[in-house]
């Protein structure tokens, strides 16, 4: 129960092979997989505390089951090393650890961390490697805790996957610790991985930001490689020629641009319309909202931190290698009983029935307890079946959720949308009920529309801007004022001018509430000057990040501003 109360810091769950072809033919035949792992945690362990013992006899019993501790003698910091080990000729060998260390800081609560490393080895040359690392504070401490741990990867995992004798995979994906960059050649590798059913860990792909000669990241890849080390592999594009092939071969709704990452989850199926929900997309503009930290934070906590139920049999721990060490001494204990019972009812003697009803009701208790094992190991599968239930319905809940927007727009569509919208709030009402998704006005905006003189032409050409051009570009992280001024007669305010800033009477104004959250109006879409003037427009707006929507606060002449007051 090293857990109870903790933080789990990071995870990670590898399967590892020895690079044969890599290891000089002289070193071959002594080569030890599972002594070359130890001796990656003697290598951390004695750098890092230098009260521990570093000659090898004492880790190559460590590496057989046994303990190794730091100097009672030290003061500000104590180690504890725990290792069990499951030899087996007929079924998988187990062998775990697990590591306290105790560290403190003046006035503040000393932190307990715990990292548990488990090996479940196939043959001499294939093994799979697990990770957990968990840190809490000093229970009863009375005074302030020490400061978040930041993101970084355990040494031991980041040595072992720069081993050139191993060969670190999660599913058919190598994994790695650098970012990738991708070139356009490998695009169709890239997109056929994607939807590779043998692939077990996430692909994370940065798009470039535009306008930046391609070779600008809202995030930097290195970083994002960090935190979700061993548990995704990070793909970034920095090229014209890659954003195009990716354009071309990846399905709508599966797209990357704009400055965006995208979270490209296992057993990708192109052909199911809820899949897409399942990748969770985070533009340039969220990124630039939340921080790259922010951000860091969210992909650390769902890729290198999260357990689900399916993934939690993967990791070896001391438990585990001790359960297993149990159930095969029941197995040997029942095999005996079952030999000493067949050779008693061979026999004959007067103490016969009383023996076969004590080695009955032993049989009995040894079975149980098998059967209860395999009870929660089929518990833990059907807990891990639910897990991947749960994460669908998610998806098609999302997936309905927005038919069912659509199925409300084709609805007025069809049945309520008598005559072509010839007054403004007729037309603002068929842009909100046929974009529900992705357009919204606030009451205020609604009773603008009342007023607005503007030719009912304009204005659902203005909406029709908004509700496309201008969503798209802020949901893809594009420069709104490029996509609209490029592409439309229209031109696009992302705020007013210095006078007008300086002024709060102003600038409240452009103040207004949605969903009981207050939003800037301040950016806006404008075509023409003068208020009168049937062809001349302005819509004042917001994207609000929680709904993903475009808002809508006012439409029709200016806002009071500096120069209209100045006039007056």
Not at 75 to 90: E, G, L, P, R, V
Not at 254 to 269: E, H, S, T, W
């Amino acid at each position: 129960m090293a857990e109870m109360n903790a933080t789990l810091f990071y995870k990670a769950c590898i399967d590892v092979s020895s690079n044969l072809g890599a290891i000089p033919a002289q070193d071959l035949e002594k080569f030890d997989p599972f002594w070359r792992v130890v001796l990656k945690l003697r290598a951390w362990a004695t750098h890092k505390y230098d009260d521990i013992p570093q000659d090898f006899q004492t880790w190559s019993k460590f590496k057989s089951g046994s303990n190794i501790g730091s100097s009672p003698d030290s003061i500000k910091s104590s180690f504890f090393a725990k290792s069990a080990d499951f030899q087996s000729d007929a079924r998988e060998s187990l062998w775990s650890c697990r590591i306290s260390e105790r560290s403190t800081e003046r006035d503040r609560a000393p932190r307990i961390w715990t990292s548990e490393y488990g090996l479940r080895f196939w043959d001499d040359h294939n093994f799979q490697f697990s990770c957990m690392i968990f840190y809490s504070d000093e229970p009863g401490f009375i005074g302030d805790c020490q400061d978040p741990p930041g993101i970084s990867v355990p040494t031991v995992v980041r040595d072992l996957l720069r081993d050139p004798y191993f060969i670190c995979k999660s599913g058919s994906v190598r994994l790695g610790i650098e970012p990738r960059r991708l070139i356009a050649e490998e695009v169709p590798d890239f997109v056929e991985a994607l939807q590779d059913s043998a692939r077990e860990c996430p692909l994370v792909f940065i798009s470039p930001l535009p306008g930046t000669e391609w070779v600008s990241l809202a995030i930097a890849q290195a970083r994002v490689a960090e935190a979700v080390a061993a548990n995704a592999v990070v793909y970034y594009g920095d090229s014209a020629s890659v954003m195009a092939k990716m354009g071309d071969l990846l399905p709508e709704g599966y797209k990357v641009y704009g400055g965006a990452l995208r979270i490209f989850m296992p057993k990708v199926d192109f052909q199911d319309p809820a899949d897409q929900y399942r990748h969770r997309y985070i533009s340039a503009a969220q990124v630039k909202e939340r921080g790259q930290d922010g951000v860091l934070g969210i992909l650390r906590r769902a890729l290198a931190q999260d357990i689900r139920f399916f993934e939690s049999k993967k990791f070896v721990r001391v438990e585990t290698v001790e359960t297993e060490r149990r159930n095969d001494s029941h197995r040997l204990r029942l095999a005996q009983l079952n030999e000493k019972t067949e050779r008693l009812q061979a026999s004959e003697g007067d103490t016969q029935d009383a023996l076969e009803m004590v080695e009955t009701e032993e049989e009995k208790r040894l079975e149980a307890e098998l059967e209860l094992s395999l009870c929660q190991d089929e518990l833990q599968e059907l807990k891990g079946r639910l897990s991947v239930a749960l994460s669908r319905i998610d998806a098609e809940e999302a997936f309905h959720r927005q038919a069912r927007d659509k199925l409300v727009a084709l609805d007025f569509i069809r049945n309520r949308l008598r005559d072509y919208p010839g007054e403004a709030d007729s037309v603002g009402l068929f842009f909100e009920a046929v974009f529900k998704d992705q357009l919204a006005f606030t009451d205020r905006g609604r009773r603008s529309l009342v007023d607005c003189t503007t030719d009912p032409a304009v204005l659902w050409r203005a909406l029709w801007v908004i509700s496309h051009t201008v969503y798209d570009a802020y949901a893809q992280g594009l420069s709104v004022d490029d996509a609209v001024n490029n592409s439309t007669n229209f031109q696009y305010a992302h705020t007013e001018g210095k006078q007008t800033k300086k002024d709060q009477k102003l600038m409240d104004l452009r103040k207004d509430t949605f969903e009981g959250r207050e939003i800037d109006i301040s950016a806006h879409l404008k075509i023409g000057n003068k208020d009168n003037d049937p062809k001349s427009i302005r819509i004042y707006h917001c994207f609000d990040a929680e709904s993903q929507k475009i808002v809508i606060g006012f439409c029709g002449g200016h806002l009071e501003n500096y120069s209209s007051r100045k006039i007056k």
